[in-house]
């Protein structure tokens, strides 16, 4: 009898769970049509085919990545700013207000005195007053980063490589237009990255950013995409300086403070951009100088030892629709020349090339050599195609008139 109850209870119990397993598999088939048709027809169910190639492109990728910092990681700095700061000394005087036997009257000796806290300086010591990061282009010492990181021409900068060796630097150029440095180390056998090609970018692309985020966490790595290309931007330091970049990546990939200076990486370990500035207030907006303009400067500096490229001379903001219907203009593209915020900003540089071809504030360069200037094509990126003493062709808006004006360019100062 106790095994014929088992019998029955087994059965009831196979009976609900293959029921139970049945209506699970009726229910999935009537919400998943292609699961039905595959069940029905005998064709292979399209869950099968989705799910395994994302896996594997999720994981190759992620393994890509691993390795480009790997072998960037070696060629990547951290820069330190070190300068003599004053030694700030506090003390405190007697201070009586009323005389100095004022309270000695009244309470029959010993004075009374205020002490007033006092501050002197006391010599000066080395201190650390910044921080930023670079990479290794050569073999031999040669660094990129950028300007604003070693702007102070009265500072010496320190650069830390990934293993913790320390080497003092030199810096062998500063780029007035773009916001780039090169500096030197002394050493050979250096590890160092290769630029790839910025004209290429496309958005959705993978971007690697690297660099000694805040100061302090040397060779920290964000990814992302590229976001946008070929954007203008007033970049702004804590000083109050600002200037005007063109031709800009944009990035969701996180730049923070100190990773100025730093690579942005393409999947293949190159260097597209360089990290120079973030969207304050915004999330994951960054923005890169394009690889193509930084290696003319590494290319010039190697050849001749100092940054040539050419110049015309002005301050301009590049005309969008929205700076037409601001400012009342009569056209939507072209260079408007202007003067900046200082007094030392003035629209047209005294002896430069646009001096001498006449061209004053206000005026609306139109095109260079035929082409126009247009979202995509500032001047600056135009003009940066061209050689030092080629002549060009402007083609001007003067005072609601068009008329051509040939200008010979020159080179630009240098920023040492």
């Known amino acids: 009898m106790k095994n014929k109850t088992t019998i029955v209870v087994s059965i009831i119990t196979s009976t609900i769970v293959f029921s139970v397993l049945t209506l699970g598999f009726l229910i999935l088939l009537s919400t998943n049509r292609d699961l039905l048709n595959s ?245 994951n907006i960054g923005f890169a100088l394009p690889s193509n303009a930084v290696r003319t400067i590494v290319d010039s500096v190697r050849e001749y030892g100092e940054i040539i490229r050419p110049f015309l001379g002005i301050r301009y903001m590049q005309i969008t629709e929205g700076l037409k219907e601001r400012y009342n203009l009569p056209v939507d593209y072209g260079a408007l020349v202007v003067s900046g915020e200082r007094t030392e900003d003035l629209a047209v540089i005294p002896g430069s090339p646009a001096s001498k071809a006449g061209i004053v504030e206000d005026d609306i360069i139109l095109e260079v050599d035929g082409v126009k200037i247009e979202e995509g094509k500032s001047l600056g990126s135009i003009i940066r195609q061209k050689q030092v003493g080629q002549r060009v062709v402007l083609k001007i808006l003067h005072e609601g008139r068009e008329k051509e004006v040939r200008v010979v360019l020159g080179k630009a100062p240098t920023d040492l």
């Open 39 to 283: 069940f029905l027809l005998g064709k292979e169910s399209p869950l099968k085919e989705a799910s395994i190639p994302i896996r594997r492109d999720s994981a190759a990728e992620e393994s890509q990545i691993v390795d480009v910092v790997e072998r960037a990681s070696s060629a990547i700095v951290s820069i330190v700013i070190t300068k003599d700061v004053p030694i700030i000394e506090r003390y405190y005087e007697n201070f009586n207000p009323f005389g100095d036997d004022f309270f000695d009257d009244f309470f029959g000796g010993g004075g009374f005195r205020f002490r007033i806290p006092l501050y002197r300086e006391k010599g000066t010591e080395k201190r650390k007053v910044g921080g930023g990061s670079g990479f290794f282009v050569s073999s031999d010492g040669l660094l990129v980063t950028n300007r604003h990181v070693v702007s102070d021409k009265d500072a010496e900068y320190t650069v830390l490589t990934n293993d913790g060796k320390k080497y003092k630097a030199e810096v062998l150029a500063r780029d007035p237009m773009l916001d780039i440095a090169i500096l030197r180390v002394k050493g050979r056998n250096f590890s160092h990255l290769e630029f790839g090609n910025s004209d290429l970018l496309k958005p959705g692309q993978t971007a690697i950013a690297i660099g000694n985020a805040l100061g302090e966490f040397r060779n920290s790595v964000s990814v992302g995409v590229i976001s946008g290309l070929s954007r203008s931007i007033v970049a702004g330091d804590f000083f109050g300086r600002s200037e005007l970049l063109e031709g800009v990546i944009q990035t969701d990939a996180a730049i923070n403070p100190g990773n100025s200076g730093g690579p942005l990486l393409d999947i293949s370990g190159k260097v597209i951009g360089v990290n120079v500035a973030v969207e304050r207030g915004a999330e």
